[in-house]
């Protein structure tokens, strides 16, 4: 999967967008790590035809014509992060229907093709019923907007709907596919559809802290966009690069331990299938467990946005309480800057 970059720069058309710091972290963590999953195709089925023609078609054919589904991994996954004791994002995918909906000359696009045949509809019995035995099960249901959001909050508010028309509850947060935004109007439109956080901002091919340590608040209110740390595709291959691979989630993870930061990362559920990508199932594990050993909390960006949330309350009002008994604000602490720009 490719990504757009995000049209404008933080902060172009926001007179500003500062850094939340996160003071305390559940447990007394010394840094956060948020788990989450992009469920893009969790249904192999066609495509196999077409990766048959890049790659080790025998298997792929094979895949074709089986009744299995390497693709579909949740429950893999959930076995993973219950035995480590953790929990994850996972944002569902709600994309519009290309003969049905879109123009007709997307119609003629071999990629359009391609994205189309991996469709899923959320409403299915086998994906409603696995959101479900998710948000049962304490991990998080989130939204992935479709490839055309961004700037289109009506769909991205009948998208949120269908979600949790199937959750029978509330989603407060998710990331665009694609990482497509326009800053900051995607934000606002998340904003506006009751969306209370973003893990859109960041990079398909680079891993980084590069908006810094800490979730930023783009607007003068408890939303919050948690950056993208890492992406599993923008990685050494664990498979033939096992300690490249290694050294890299290192290198981030010591540092966001050394500044107190919040790490994203994004494990495609896909990814989990070791046939098809040998090394990067073995590699989040490792990856957890390091940061657990490195003091982390480790969890859904949902949750610690909810930490987040409650002290940028509780230091909201005691700059108000400052400020009834002094008359002024002499340390406002509502927002700190801190970490790379």
């Given at each position: 999967?490719?990504?757009?970059?995000?049209?404008?720069?933080?902060?172009?058309?926001?007179?500003?967008?500062?850094?939340a710091?996160?003071?305390?972290?559940?447990?007394?963590?010394?840094?956060?790590?948020?788990?989450?999953?992009?469920v893009?195709?969790?249904?192999?089925?066609?495509?196999?035809?077409?990766?048959?023609?890049?790659?080790?078609?025998?298997?792929?054919l094979?895949?074709?014509?089986?009744?299995?589904?390497?693709?579909?991994?949740?429950?893999?996954?959930?076995?993973l992060?219950?035995?480590?004791?953790?929990r994850?994002?996972?944002?569902?995918?709600?994309?519009?229907?290309?003969?049905?909906?879109?123009?007709?000359?997307?119609?003629?696009?071999?990629?359009?093709?391609?994205?189309?045949?991996?469709?899923?509809?959320?409403?299915?019995?086998?994906?409603?019923?696995?959101?479900?035995?998710?948000?049962?099960?304490?991990?998080?249901?989130?939204?992935?907007?479709?490839?055309?959001?961004?700037?289109?909050?009506?769909?991205?508010?009948?998208?949120?709907?269908?979600?949790?028309?199937v959750?029978?509850?509330?989603?407060?947060?998710?990331?665009?596919?694609?990482?497509?935004?326009?800053?900051?109007?995607?934000?606002?439109?998340?904003?506006?559809?009751?969306?209370?956080?973003?893990?859109?901002?960041?990079?398909?091919?680079?891993?980084?802290?590069?908006?810094?340590?800490?979730?930023?608040?783009?607007?003068?209110?408890?939303?919050?966009?948690?950056?993208l740390?890492?992406?599993?595709?923008?990685?050494?291959?664990?498979?033939?690069e096992?300690?490249?691979?290694?050294?890299?989630?290192?290198?981030?993870?010591?540092?966001?331990?050394?500044?107190?930061?919040?790490?994203?990362?994004?494990?495609?559920?896909?990814?989990?299938?070791?046939?098809?990508?040998?090394?990067?199932?073995?590699?989040?594990?490792?990856?957890?467990?390091?940061?657990?050993?490195?003091?982390?909390?480790?969890?859904?960006?949902?949750?610690?946005?909810?930490?987040?949330?409650?002290?940028?309350?509780?230091?909201?009002?005691?700059?108000?309480?400052?400020?009834?008994?002094?008359?002024?604000?002499?340390?406002?602490?509502?927002?700190?800057?801190?970490?790379?720009?």
């Open positions: 999967m490719s990504a757009e970059p995000a049209t404008g720069r933080a902060g172009g058309s926001c007179p500003r967008i500062e850094p710091r996160v003071r305390s972290f559940p447990d007394d963590a010394e840094f956060a790590l948020c788990l989450t999953h992009d893009d195709r969790p249904y192999k089925g066609f495509r196999s035809l077409y990766y048959a023609t890049q790659e080790r078609p025998r298997y792929h094979r895949t074709a014509l089986s009744s299995s589904n390497p693709y579909w991994q949740f429950e893999e996954i959930m076995a992060e219950d035995e480590l004791d953790v994850s994002a996972f944002y569902f995918l709600n994309e519009q229907h290309l003969l049905s909906v879109r123009p007709v000359r997307e119609w003629l696009s071999p990629s359009n093709w391609i994205q189309h045949l991996g469709r899923y509809e959320i409403t299915d019995d086998d994906i409603a019923t696995v959101v479900r035995e998710l948000d049962a099960g304490g991990w998080e249901v989130g939204l992935h907007g479709s490839y055309h959001t961004r700037n289109d909050p009506g769909r991205l508010r009948e998208e949120k709907a269908v979600l949790e028309g959750l029978d509850g509330p989603v407060v947060g998710g990331r665009q596919h694609h990482l497509r935004l326009a800053v900051p109007e995607t934000w606002r439109h998340h904003r506006s559809i009751g969306l209370e956080y973003d893990a859109s901002l960041g990079s398909a091919t680079e891993c980084g802290f590069h908006a810094g340590y800490d979730p930023l608040r783009p607007f003068d209110d408890g939303f919050l966009v948690f950056p740390t890492i992406m599993d595709q923008a990685l050494p291959d664990p498979g033939t096992p300690i490249a691979a290694r050294r890299t989630c290192e290198r981030l993870l010591t540092a966001a331990a050394r500044n107190g930061a919040v790490m994203t990362i994004l494990w495609h559920p896909r990814f989990f299938n070791d046939r098809e990508f040998p090394g990067y199932r073995d590699l989040y594990r490792w990856l957890i467990e390091r940061a657990l050993d490195l003091g982390a909390w480790v969890g859904a960006p949902g949750t610690l946005h909810e930490t987040i949330r409650q002290e940028l309350a509780a230091r909201t009002r005691r700059d108000e309480a400052a400020f009834d008994r002094s008359g002024a604000v002499t340390h406002p602490s509502s927002v700190e800057l801190r970490g790379e720009s």
